[in-house]
């Protein structure tokens, strides 16, 4: 708005210049004051923003120890009172640590707003003493730039002190003073200015939601924060007569004249509440003040957001509302409504003409400028006056608006219109500008010719026989060739009456010309005429106009009232995607709010000016993002319609068709729907890319970026909501977490999954996963297919973005899984930490959470796959990759993960594979925790009597089968505890088994089979090192497991061989635990107790079990070697050891002396039961633990093993 004065100001001060008998030094301190201001009127809309629930609300949960300003009474009561109680002191502590960063923001704002007054204070009063050599109050006003920065000086203090009451409540100023004085520890710590702080603060009563304003307010707010009468008053004299800014140049029309001197009237506004006694008790200056300033314009914009009705803040004032009252009423504002909305057709018409395609061009500029700028000057005019009036807080003044105002979409209308109209005109006008040197060489070159042109054919026409010419018309035209080489733009007054002369002169030899001539003279003198008006024209582009253009556009005014209409604007939007270009050109214009704060921070080198700029920019481009939404929603919806088109009412087009069927499959009306839908798309797309890349302020505003990250979301939107629908199961799932076995009862770890506890004839809902499965695939292939339709359109990689997509909705549900897990990790830490009471306290509520029921679509997949695949209720059949139930019929297959993979890709087996290891892991700790717990409670005493009957493992048979049995009745509570859970371990593991064999089989058919190859022989290199590492290892005396050796490359391959498949679940590492030398003894006698259980499956070549409460033998088997796994590698070669010794045992038993004397009475006596049921255990367990045969042999004789086989052929 002050593009002119300022920018000559900015230059003086750069250059030093002597502004006579003004010292500069004054200025200087102004303007310093006057950027300190806009510095801290950005961060009261900041902090405001952003200001914490604890401060704003009593009812929070910190309000106990939050006080207003009575605390100061007695300091050291309420101090006492938050010592003596242990719960106010925690509440306390825990508030400090959360908020002490915003509560130094909230002080330094506090302190900023009265070091700022004190300053401005102190320089006035330093100009009143003299304290400036030739500089007082009076010298300063007679300065144009000191005029404009004392006007905004004083006004800038009450706009802080009027934002700081309006955005941030009294209550709340009083709670962060209070609490920086208490965190701080008293008035000598937060400084000598905090009797100043809090009387600024203090509470004034004032709330936006009050319909009228407390008694004495805002005069009595004012007075805590006086400036000096004098100083005001010259302010007051200078707003009376002069224009300060300047701006009636802008705006030369007399009806324009309020509008001209908006911002001087909205800094007059703020400057009279430092003087109450005019607003009551002058009269005569408030006339003229109103007459000048606020005839018809009683609604003023006074700062980014902040509006004032007059006719409602100077109701208590009696000689403002006296002067107001004579120019300001219903019916005067009815009218003048009424005028501008019979105006408006006529300027939307007008803005048409201008805007139709092509008509802009820079010849059409030239000709036309004075046009241009008076429709711009006409509309920007009434929507100031239409948008502020329309938002009177006066009910009569605004009823009276409202009645004849335009609708507010024509309104919008108009706004848009005006601000691309601006935007071009801008663009044509700075290429004028920057080319005016070669254009005005150029015209004056073409205008030189063409006089040489009529000059040489004057001289032709001497040669005529009869000619009457003569010479000296011939030297006149030379001597007008001479006057156009001597003009020069840079001067336009001289250069205007030359032009004017020559003009003359040429319509004077028009008229001498030779009849015989005459037609080809008017040629030649039209061309100069033209010549000379553009070249008239060329020089008349200077700078001054650009000003003028941003004097119009202003729109800072318009800041927070378009909140209100974006539902307006995006539908405009929706209705015509061409309206996208029209916002950019409306983003423009709404920058302006940032060009006079800037401006001031950058002449005054404020380091405050970049923070400054992004809180206005951040605050701008957020309306913007949130305006132009409406595009990535469309499209979006748009998107939804085709996928719906696609996936149910078109029909799949085969390979081959039959000519009857042709129109059938062609399906006319839904394709010409389809590229109708496709077309709209392209249309909104298109409008996007027109607006390129925008800075407002210093933030960039990509509309390309804007509409990719609004179609991902939608993306992700609509993949997650068809997710989170059809896997919904109606059988409850399996919780993912398993409850500590010594906290459950029995029931809950004999049951893990929900369900029945034994081998089931018919597992419920066994085809309601694949059936699930199958749907959402087909959705979600629409939707892809859809997106692959239109990639081009929107200039997006479709595939790329898709699979993105996919996996962040995939990775964000298994987040939300995996917090379950880290918070039972913590809860774990903190119970062996000494803290057993505070979580059996919480213990119901930490249940209930912790191992509830899942809470994403990943997790219910997941809680589906381990319900299906109970190790109670089906039996894994490892020959066809699948579980049974009692009937032999399927529950699950590997073409439920073919099915899984064809519906979540690869990121859906990762995650069901990340989450079947995190409660791997999970029941791991608890298992080993469990098992440590029993040895220390006593266990462990029985295993060493044991121990010592049957001898060390290894070292030979001593004992007898009743001794294990003995053992093992004597362990039957905890042996009953820990078969589920280990069998639950081996399921998870079973199922990452499968999930790791599709995301194998997808890598190298559906992948790069050459790069499948090179992963699987890198994992094989360093997986070799770490077995010769394990081994080199072997000899140590240490229980503890080695650790794989340090591979650079190894970080990185994480991620590609879990994708490609590569990881085996069965050599995982989960955990480091402890040496546990009684482990395999243990679990030795664990399958000891389960072997009547089972009885072994010849054709099958497995374990069947014949007691249907028993788990399944091959779950549980592998459940035994991963948690050997977790160990030194020595603990398997023991379990092994004790497996073989109990072997031996009963076979010792059977082929003893007593079995020898039966079978010489010719009674046949076989292997026991038991035997057989051990060796399959052990033979079951060391195929998942990779052990060679060579090494199970050295436990299990080979004759004791093939005698078995025999036995049951």
């Given at each position: 708005?002050?593009?002119?004065?300022?920018?000559?100001?900015s230059?003086?001060?750069?250059?030093?210049t002597?502004?006579?008998?003004?010292?500069?030094?004054?200025?200087?301190?102004?303007?310093?004051?006057?950027s300190?201001?806009?510095?801290?009127?950005?961060?009261?809309?900041q902090?405001?923003?952003?200001?914490?629930?604890?401060?704003?609300?009593?009812?929070?949960?910190?309000?106990?120890?939050?006080?207003?300003?009575?605390?100061?009474?007695?300091?050291?009561?309420?101090?006492?009172?938050?010592?003596?109680?242990?719960?106010?002191?925690?509440?306390?502590e825990?508030?400090?640590?959360?908020?002490?960063?915003?509560?130094?923001h909230?002080?330094?704002?506090f302190?900023?707003?009265?070091d700022?007054?004190?300053?401005?204070?102190?320089?006035?009063?330093?100009?009143?003493?003299?304290?400036?050599?030739?500089?007082?109050v009076q010298s300063?006003?007679l300065?144009?730039?000191?005029?404009?920065?004392?006007?905004?000086?004083v006004?800038l203090?009450?706009?802080?002190l009027?934002?700081?009451?309006?955005?941030?409540?009294g209550?709340t100023?009083?709670?962060?003073?209070?609490?920086?004085?208490?965190?701080?520890g008293?008035?000598?710590?937060?400084g000598?200015?905090?009797?100043?702080?809090?009387t600024?603060?203090?509470s004034?009563?004032?709330?936006?939601?009050?319909?009228?304003?407390?008694?004495?307010?805002p005069?009595?707010?004012?007075?805590?924060m006086?400036?000096?009468?004098e100083?005001?008053?010259?302010?007051?004299?200078?707003?009376?007569?002069?224009?300060?800014?300047h701006?009636?140049?802008h705006?030369?029309?007399?009806?324009?004249r309020?509008?001209?001197?908006?911002?001087?009237?909205?800094?007059?506004?703020?400057?009279?509440?430092f003087?109450?006694?005019?607003?009551?008790?002058?009269?005569?200056l408030?006339?003229?003040?109103?007459?000048?300033?606020?005839?018809?314009?009683?609604?003023?914009?006074?700062?980014?957001?902040?509006?004032?009705?007059?006719?409602?803040?100077?109701?208590?004032?009696?000689?403002?509302?006296?002067?107001?009252?004579?120019?300001v009423?219903?019916?005067?504002?009815?009218?003048?409504?009424?005028?501008?909305?019979?105006?408006?057709?006529?300027?939307?018409?007008?803005?048409?003409?201008?805007?139709q395609?092509?008509?802009?061009?820079?010849?059409?500029?030239?000709?036309?400028?004075?046009?241009?700028?008076?429709?711009?000057?006409?509309c920007?005019?009434?929507?100031?006056?239409?948008?502020?009036?329309?938002?009177?807080?006066?009910?009569k003044?605004h009823?009276?608006?409202?009645?004849?105002?335009?609708a507010?979409?024509?309104?919008?209308?108009?706004?848009?219109?005006?601000?691309?109209?601006?935007?071009?005109?801008?663009?044509?006008?700075?290429?004028?500008?920057?080319?005016?040197?070669?254009?005005?060489?150029?015209?004056?070159?073409?205008l030189?010719?063409?006089?040489?042109?009529?000059?040489?054919?004057?001289?032709?026409?001497q040669?005529?026989?009869?000619?009457?010419?003569?010479?000296?018309?011939?030297?006149?035209?030379?001597?007008?060739?001479?006057?156009?080489?001597?003009?020069?733009?840079?001067?336009?007054?001289?250069l205007?009456?030359?032009?004017?002369?020559?003009?003359?002169?040429?319509?004077d030899?028009?008229?001498?010309?030779?009849?015989?001539?005459?037609?080809?003279?008017?040629?030649?003198?039209?061309?100069?005429?033209?010549?000379?008006?553009?070249?008239?024209?060329?020089?008349?582009?200077?700078?001054?106009l650009?000003?003028?253009?941003?004097?119009?556009?202003?729109f800072a005014?318009?800041?927070?009232?378009?909140?209100?209409?974006v539902?307006?604007?995006?539908?405009a939007?929706?209705?015509?995607?061409?309206?996208?270009?029209?916002?950019?050109?409306?983003?423009?214009?709404?920058?302006?709010l940032?060009?006079?704060?800037?401006?001031?921070?950058?002449?005054?080198?404020?380091?405050?000016?970049?923070?400054?700029?992004r809180?206005?920019?951040?605050?701008?481009?957020?309306f913007?993002?949130?305006l132009?939404?409406?595009?990535p929603?469309?499209?979006?919806?748009?998107?939804?319609?085709?996928?719906?088109?696609?996936s149910?009412?078109?029909?799949?087009?085969?390979?081959?068709i039959?000519?009857?069927?042709?129109?059938?499959?062609?399906?006319?009306?839904?394709?010409?729907?389809?590229?109708?839908?496709?077309?709209?798309i392209?249309a909104?797309?298109?409008?996007?890319?027109?607006?390129?890349?925008?800075?407002?302020?210093?933030?960039e505003?990509?509309?390309?970026k804007?509409?990719?990250?609004?179609?991902?979301?939608?993306?992700?939107?609509?993949t997650?909501?068809?997710?989170?629908?059809?896997?919904?199961?109606s059988?409850?799932?399996?919780?993912?977490?398993?409850?500590?076995?010594?906290?459950?009862?029995?029931?809950?770890?004999?049951?893990?999954?929900?369900?029945?506890?034994?081998?089931?004839a018919?597992?419920?809902?066994?085809?309601?996963?694949?059936?699930?499965?199958?749907?959402?695939?087909?959705?979600?292939?629409?939707?892809r297919?859809?997106?692959?339709l239109?990639?081009?359109?929107v200039?997006?990689p479709?595939?790329?973005?898709?699979h993105?997509?996919?996996?962040?909705?995939?990775?964000?549900?298994?987040?939300?899984?995996?917090?379950?897990?880290a918070?039972?990790?913590e809860?774990?830490?903190a119970?062996t930490?000494?803290?057993?009471?505070?979580?059996?306290?919480?213990?119901?509520t930490?249940?209930?959470?912790?191992?509830?029921?899942?809470?994403t679509?990943?997790?219910?997949?997941?809680?589906?796959?381990l319900?299906?695949t109970?190790?109670i209720r089906?039996?894994y059949?490892?020959?066809?990759?699948?579980?049974?139930?009692?009937?032999?019929?399927?529950?699950?297959?590997?073409?439920?993960?073919?099915?899984?993979?064809?519906?979540?890709?690869?990121?859906?087996?990762?995650?069901?594979?990340?989450?079947?290891?995190?409660?791997?892991?999970?029941?791991?700790?608890?298992?080993v925790?469990?098992?440590?717990?029993?040895?220390?409670?006593?266990?462990?005493?029985s295993?060493?009597?044991?121990r010592?009957?049957v001898?060390p493992?290894?070292?030979?048979?001593?004992?007898?089968?009743?001794?294990?049995?003995?053992?093992a009745?004597?362990?039957?509570?905890?042996?009953?505890?820990?078969?589920?859970l280990?069998?639950?371990?081996?399921?998870?593991?079973?199922?990452?088994?499968?999930t790791?064999?599709?995301?194998?089989?997808?890598?190298?058919?559906?992948?790069?089979?050459?790069?499948?190859?090179?992963?699987?022989?890198?994992?094989?290199?360093?997986?070799?090192d770490?077995?010769?590492?394990?081994?080199q290892?072997?000899?140590?005396?240490?229980?503890?497991?080695?650790?794989?050796?340090?591979?650079?490359?190894?970080?990185?391959?994480?991620?590609?061989?879990?994708s490609?498949?590569?990881?085996?679940?069965?050599?995982?590492?989960?955990?480091?635990?402890?040496?546990?030398?009684?482990?395999?003894?243990?679990?030795?006698l664990?399958?000891f107790?389960?072997?009547?259980?089972?009885?072994?499956?010849?054709?099958l070549?497995?374990?069947?079990?014949?007691?249907?409460r028993?788990p399944?033998?091959?779950a549980?088997?592998?459940g035994?070697?991963?948690?050997?796994?977790?160990?030194?590698?020595?603990?398997?070669?023991?379990?092994?050891?004790?497996?073989?010794?109990?072997?031996?045992?009963?076979?010792?038993a059977?082929?003893?002396?007593?079995?020898?004397?039966?079978?010489?009475?010719?009674?046949?006596v076989?292997?026991?039961?038991?035997?057989?049921?051990?060796?399959?255990?052990?033979?079951?367990?060391?195929?998942?633990?990779?052990?060679?045969?060579?090494t199970?042999?050295?436990?299990?004789?080979?004759?004791?093993?093939?005698?078995?086989?025999?036995?049951?052929?």
């Amino acid at each position: 708005m002050m593009d002119r004065s300022v920018a000559s100001f900015s230059r003086g001060l750069q250059s030093s210049t002597d502004y006579g008998a003004l010292n500069s030094a004054p200025l200087e301190t102004l303007l310093s004051v006057v950027s300190q201001s806009h510095d801290l009127l950005a961060r009261i809309l900041q902090l405001s923003s952003t200001l914490p629930a604890a401060l704003q609300s009593p009812g929070d949960k910190f309000a106990p120890v939050l006080f207003d300003f009575r605390f100061f009474r007695d300091p050291d009561a309420h101090e006492r009172k938050v010592e003596c109680d242990r719960e106010l002191t925690e509440l306390n502590e825990d508030f400090r640590e959360g908020h002490a960063e915003v509560l130094e923001h909230l002080y330094r704002l506090f302190h900023g707003i009265v070091d700022v007054h004190a300053r401005l204070v102190d320089f006035l009063q330093q100009l009143h003493e003299g304290f400036y050599i030739q500089c007082s109050v009076q010298s300063l006003m007679l300065n144009a730039e000191g005029k404009q920065l004392m006007l905004e000086a004083v006004a800038l203090i009450g706009a802080l002190l009027l934002a700081l009451d309006r955005q941030i409540p009294g209550a709340t100023r009083e709670r962060a003073v209070v609490a920086y004085y208490r965190l701080k520890g008293g008035a000598q710590a937060v400084g000598a200015s905090v009797n100043q702080i809090i009387t600024l603060t203090s509470s004034t009563g004032f709330h936006s939601s009050a319909k009228k304003p407390p008694a004495g307010y805002p005069e009595t707010y004012f007075g805590r924060m006086p400036l000096p009468q004098e100083a005001v008053m010259a302010v007051l004299s200078a707003c009376r007569s002069d224009d300060i800014y300047h701006q009636v140049e802008h705006y030369p029309a007399p009806e324009h004249r309020t509008v001209a001197l908006a911002h001087q009237a909205a800094e007059l506004y703020l400057a009279l509440y430092f003087v109450p006694h005019v607003l009551h008790k002058d009269p005569a200056l408030m006339r003229t003040l109103v007459d000048r300033h606020f005839a018809d314009n009683w609604v003023v914009a006074w700062g980014p957001g902040f509006r004032s009705d007059l006719a409602v803040e100077w109701e208590s004032f009696r000689a403002a509302r006296s002067a107001l009252a004579g120019v300001v009423t219903a019916a005067r504002a009815r009218d003048q409504a009424a005028t501008y909305a019979a105006a408006l057709p006529g300027l939307q018409a007008q803005l048409a003409s201008f805007l139709q395609e092509g008509k802009l061009k820079e010849e059409f500029v030239l000709e036309h400028m004075t046009e241009v700028f008076t429709c711009l000057r006409c509309c920007n005019v009434a929507l100031r006056w239409l948008f502020l009036h329309t938002c009177s807080s006066h009910k009569k003044l605004h009823a009276a608006v409202a009645s004849s105002a335009p609708a507010m979409q024509d309104l919008l209308a108009l706004l848009l219109d005006t601000a691309l109209l601006e935007f071009e005109v801008r663009g044509v006008y700075a290429v004028l500008l920057e080319s005016k040197a070669d254009r005005w060489q150029a015209q004056r070159t073409a205008l030189i010719e063409s006089i040489e042109d009529l000059a040489a054919f004057y001289r032709a026409l001497q040669a005529l026989p009869r000619s009457t010419s003569t010479a000296d018309l011939s030297e006149w035209f030379e001597h007008l060739i001479d006057q156009v080489q001597d003009m020069d733009f840079k001067d336009p007054n001289g250069l205007s009456r030359l032009v004017q002369s020559l003009t003359v002169s040429v319509d004077d030899a028009e008229r001498f010309h030779p009849p015989e001539a005459a037609l080809q003279t008017k040629q030649y003198l039209g061309t100069i005429r033209g010549h000379l008006r553009h070249t008239l024209r060329v020089a008349d582009v200077r700078e001054e106009l650009l000003a003028t253009l941003t004097a119009l556009a202003d729109f800072a005014y318009g800041w927070g009232l378009l909140d209100a209409h974006v539902p307006r604007l995006q539908a405009a939007v929706r209705a015509d995607p061409g309206a996208v270009l029209k916002l950019r050109c409306l983003f423009l214009k709404l920058r302006s709010l940032l060009e006079v704060p800037l401006l001031r921070m950058g002449q005054a080198r404020s380091p405050a000016a970049a923070p400054t700029s992004r809180v206005y920019s951040s605050a701008l481009v957020a309306f913007s993002r949130r305006l132009l939404q409406v595009v990535p929603e469309t499209v979006g919806a748009l998107l939804d319609q085709m996928v719906v088109l696609r996936s149910q009412r078109m029909k799949p087009v085969p390979a081959r068709i039959d000519r009857a069927g042709l129109r059938e499959f062609g399906q006319q009306a839904q394709r010409a729907e389809l590229a109708m839908l496709a077309s709209r798309i392209a249309a909104f797309a298109q409008g996007m890319r027109a607006m390129e890349t925008t800075f407002v302020g210093i933030v960039e505003l990509q509309p390309t970026k804007l509409l990719e990250d609004g179609l991902r979301a939608r993306m992700a939107q609509r993949t997650a909501h068809a997710a989170a629908a059809l896997l919904s199961f109606s059988n409850h799932p399996t919780p993912l977490a398993c409850p500590p076995p010594g906290a459950a009862p029995q029931a809950s770890l004999a049951n893990l999954f929900g369900g029945s506890t034994a081998l089931t004839a018919e597992i419920p809902g066994r085809q309601d996963l694949e059936a699930r499965l199958s749907q959402l695939a087909a959705k979600l292939a629409a939707l892809r297919g859809s997106f692959a339709l239109i990639q081009d359109m929107v200039d997006l990689p479709g595939l790329a973005v898709w699979h993105a997509e996919l996996a962040r909705v995939i990775s964000a549900n298994l987040a939300a899984e995996m917090r379950r897990f880290a918070r039972i990790a913590e809860s774990s830490k903190a119970s062996t930490s000494g803290r057993e009471a505070s979580a059996s306290a919480n213990g119901a509520t930490a249940g209930t959470d912790l191992y509830g029921e899942p809470v994403t679509f990943v997790g219910r997949l997941v809680g589906e796959l381990l319900r299906l695949t109970h190790p109670i209720r089906t039996q894994y059949q490892p020959s066809l990759c699948a579980w049974h139930d009692a009937k032999g019929a399927e529950v699950v297959s590997m073409r439920a993960f073919r099915t899984l993979r064809e519906a979540l890709d690869v990121p859906g087996l990762q995650a069901v594979g990340a989450l079947l290891a995190a409660r791997t892991a999970q029941m791991l700790r608890a298992l080993v925790r469990y098992i440590r717990d029993e040895l220390e409670a006593g266990w462990r005493g029985s295993l060493a009597d044991m121990r010592e009957a049957v001898g060390p493992p290894g070292g030979g048979s001593g004992g007898s089968p009743s001794t294990y049995m003995d053992a093992a009745k004597a362990a039957s509570r905890q042996l009953q505890t820990l078969a589920p859970l280990i069998a639950a371990i081996g399921q998870a593991q079973l199922l990452q088994q499968r999930t790791n064999f599709e995301l194998r089989s997808t890598s190298r058919l559906a992948g790069d089979p050459s790069l499948h190859s090179l992963l699987a022989t890198l994992n094989q290199a360093i997986l070799s090192d770490a077995r010769q590492a394990c081994k080199q290892d072997n000899n140590s005396q240490s229980l503890q497991r080695p650790g794989s050796p340090v591979t650079p490359l190894e970080p990185d391959l994480v991620q590609l061989l879990a994708s490609a498949g590569q990881s085996n679940a069965l050599e995982q590492v989960y955990l480091r635990p402890g040496p546990m030398p009684e482990l395999p003894e243990v679990l030795c006698l664990l399958l000891f107790s389960l072997h009547e259980a089972y009885a072994f499956q010849r054709r099958l070549s497995l374990l069947e079990r014949r007691d249907p409460r028993a788990p399944d033998a091959v779950a549980l088997g592998c459940g035994v070697a991963t948690l050997l796994q977790q160990f030194h590698p020595s603990y398997m070669e023991v379990f092994l050891q004790s497996m073989g010794q109990c072997v031996c045992t009963y076979v010792q038993a059977a082929t003893g002396p007593l079995a020898q004397g039966v079978q010489a009475a010719g009674i046949d006596v076989a292997l026991p039961q038991t035997v057989g049921c051990l060796v399959t255990f052990a033979q079951d367990i060391a195929a998942f633990a990779a052990v060679p045969e060579e090494t199970l042999q050295q436990y299990l004789p080979p004759f004791i093993m093939d005698t078995w086989l025999l036995m049951t052929a």
